[in-house]
T-cell receptor, first 116, second 114 residues
Framework: GAVVSQHPSWVICKSGTSVKIECRSLDFQATTMFWYRQFPKQSLMLMATSNEGSKATYEQGVEKDKFLINHASLTLSTLTVTSAHPEDSSFYIC????????????FGDGTRLSIL | GESVGLHLPTLSVQEGDNSIINCAYSNSASDYFIWYKQESGKGPQFIIDIRSNMDKRQGQRVTVLLNKTVKHLSLQIAATQPGDSAVYFCAEPSGGTSYGKLTFGQGTILTVHP
């Protein structure tokens, strides 16, 4: 149980394109999901906290207009990288916190984004 | 510690050896920590956690030690296997809850040689 699915797992696109990444909790509901970014050989850095039915909370230094987050249901959060540029190339990972549970967050398997 | 653009340290061991991975933290009020394993191209997987009212916690082949005096925790893996090769992170949830937003440590790349 407690599976988090991310889609796509890998995307390559041209500079200037907007890219949407989905994060789904498959067998549990999650009012709160998190989005992380990880550059090669580095640690995970929290970008934002996604809250179902309300605005996301962004970490300092993360541009909210660049990284649009929508959490319209209890099982789906999306991250849209708008007008992506090569410096946005990274590994984006989401996690979801099960409602009514003290379990730690469950992570998806990440999306590798490459901007040409 | 927290990672700010640093590259990960590495640990190489032979199959069957014990591995020790270290993590330092700075906030003396921190009271809950989680160890994660991240295999190549995947998201982190929960390994074990520990609260500050404990010095030691054991799981299957893994032990976490917490030294609050020097603000240090370690993950010990017994009889390391090639399948243990991965990046290991300590992480601290905000607010001392098991589900708060996570701050990840620097991470260590563990390579197990057959």
């Amino acid at each position: 149980g407690a599976v988090v699915s991310q889609h796509p797992s890998w995307v390559i696109c041209k500079s200037g394109t907007s890219v949407k990444i989905e994060c789904r909790s498959l067998d549990f509901q999650a009012t709160t999901m998190f989005w992380y970014r990880q550059f090669p050989k580095q640690s995970l850095m929290l970008m934002a906290t996604s809250n179902e039915g309300s605005k996301a909370t962004y970490e300092q230094g993360v541009e909210k207009d660049k990284f649009l987050i929508n959490h319209a249901s209890l099982t789906l959060s999306t991250l849209t990288v708008t007008s992506a540029h090569p410096e946005d190339s990274s590994f984006y990972i989401c996690s979801a916190r099960p409602n009514y549970s003290n379990q730690p967050q469950h992570f998806g398997d990440g999306t590798r984004l490459s901007i040409l | 510690g927290e990672s700010v653009g640093l590259h990960l340290p590495t640990l190489s061991v032979q199959e069957g050896d014990n591995s020790i991975i270290n993590c330092a933290y700075s906030n003396s009020a921190s009271d809950y920590f989680i160890w994660y394993k991240q295999e190549s191209g995947k998201g982190p997987q929960f390994i074990i956690d520990i609260r500050s009212n404990m010095d030691k916690r054991q799981g299957q082949r893994v032990t976490v030690l917490l030294n609050k005096t020097v603000k240090h925790l370690s993950l010990q893996i017994a009889a390391t296997q090639p399948g243990d090769s991965a990046v290991y992170f300590c992480a601290e949830p905000s607010g001392g809850t098991s589900y708060g937003k996570l701050t990840f440590g620097q991470g260590t790349i563990l390579t197990v040689h057959p």
